[in-house]
């Protein structure tokens, strides 16, 4: 039986581009998909074709703005409300940055955090939704957060744009003892360039060029790599690249020699031990807290 099927998936920024094509393939393999967007009428029109597809309802749709608790709080519980919990999340919303993705833009407070709040927040405030909608039920899932190719690699005239997913891997990364605290296995895609809209929308002709002369990836990969993230249990806190030609897996930091030392390596299956402990305590409260 495949995998995906009875499983609840919730994906933002779902209402075209790779989001859109994520949700559709886990649909195709037998899961229900809540989408969470600002593009109303695309989400809308996405999981009525994949309600009709079915011929009965596998997939729901909600305005959510990912830089709001409210809504990613809303998303999650329509989830759970309509289809019983949460597996599966997605977050994958993202910008460029218009107007504010470089270091030469006008020096504006709101514009130039707003690509942060909604790349690196939209992820960090779905992770934290996320894990409490999974772990409450005691199940564990799988959360998959969008990064890019920039997130691994410097881009020039998308400076802030690569800043922001960077804190994705970052964050990402540093999220894999979850596997250990509750089942739950955080894990990253850095798509190349593929060809969606969001490319469209750049500021400097200097990035048109570099999309436009770039080799893509077909939405094909892209897609599967998300959905190994999802399938493989070995993978937790890692980084999949999604390239012309396939999926590569990042290899894990190693530190530098010097920056470890053998009484602190000798140290730290203790240190990791009572870690897990505490943040089993921790994620326990926030359970509590959350009224959930
Ligand atoms: N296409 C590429 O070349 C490429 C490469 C690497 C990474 N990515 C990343 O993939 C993800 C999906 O992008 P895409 O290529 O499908 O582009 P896209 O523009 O087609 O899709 C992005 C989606 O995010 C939604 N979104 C934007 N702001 C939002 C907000 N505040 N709240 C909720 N939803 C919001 C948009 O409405 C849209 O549906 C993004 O995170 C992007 O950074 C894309």
New binding site residues.
Partial sequence: MDPFISKVAVV??G?????YNVAKELVARGARVVI????DKQGEAAIKEFNDRAGKKVAAYIH????KYKDLLALFSLAEKIFGCVDIAVL????TGMGAGGIFTPLDDEKDMSIHD??MG?VIKGNKVALLYMAKHGKGGAIVN?A???GVTPANFIAAYAASKHAVVGWTRSLGHLKHVCNVRVNAVC????A????NYVDHQSTSDFLNSSPKVSMEIVVQTFIRCIEDSRLSGDILLALPDGTHIQPKYNPPASSVSKEFLDKLPQIRQDGNKFAKEALAQAIKDSKL
Avoid at 64 to 67: A, F
Avoid at 196 to 199: F, P, R
């Fill in positions: 933002t920024g209402s075209r581009g790779i989001g969470g967007d600002i593009l959510t703005d990912v830089t994958n919303a993202g910008v909604i790349n939209g969008t890019s190719m920039a798509p190349a360039v593929c969606t809209d969001i490319n």
